[in-house]
C-alpha cells in the first residue's frame, strides 16, 4: 500500500481518510446536533436519551473500531450486534428514512 493511493477499507485507510478519532467525533456531534435541532428529526430523537453524551460517545467509539481505527467499544463497553442492539425500538421505514 503507498500513502498516495490509499485504498479504502484496507488496514486503517478508512479510519485515516474520516480524520482519526477527532473526525469521527466531529461528524458524530454534527450527525447528533441535527437530529437534535431538525422537525423531521423529532420522532427518531424522542427514541433516543434526553441527554445525548452516551450516544455521542458510544457512535464515536463503534465507527472508529468499524473504520479499522482503535476498537474503543470493544475496549471500553464490550461487544455489540448493530441489528440486535436496535431491535428493542420501534424503528420502522419512517424512523430509517428520518
Ligand atoms: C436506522 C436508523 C437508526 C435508528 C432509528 C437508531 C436508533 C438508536 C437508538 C434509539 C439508540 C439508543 C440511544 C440511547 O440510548 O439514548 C441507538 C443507539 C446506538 N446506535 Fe443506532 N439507530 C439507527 C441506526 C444505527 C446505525 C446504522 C448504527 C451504526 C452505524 C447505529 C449505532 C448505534 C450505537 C453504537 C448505539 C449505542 C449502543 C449502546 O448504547 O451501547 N445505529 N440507536
Redesign the pocket.
Known amino acids: 500500500m503507498t500513502t498516495e493511493n490509499p485504498i479504502f477499507g484496507d488496514e486503517d485507510t478508512s479510519y485515516q481518510a474520516a480524520g482519526g478519532i477527532e473526525g469521527i467525533q466531529q461528524l458524530v456531534n454534527e450527525f447528533y446536533d441535527l437530529m437534535d435541532s431538525l422537525p423531521e428529526s423529532e420522532k ?1 430523537r424522542s ?3 434526553k441527554d445525548l453524551s ?2 455521542r460517545k ?2 464515536s467509539y ?1 465507527l472508529s473500531g468499524w473504520l479499522g481505527g482503535p476498537k474503543l467499544y470493544q475496549e471500553h ?1 464490550g461487544s ?1 450486534s ?1 441489528p440486535g ?2 431491535r428493542k ?1 420501534n ?1 420502522g421505514s419512517a ?2 428514512d428520518a
Do not use: T, Y
Open positions: 427518531i427514541l433516543h436519551k452516551d450516544a458510544k457512535l463503534f463497553i455489540i448493530i442492539f436496535h425500538f424503528i424512523e430509517r
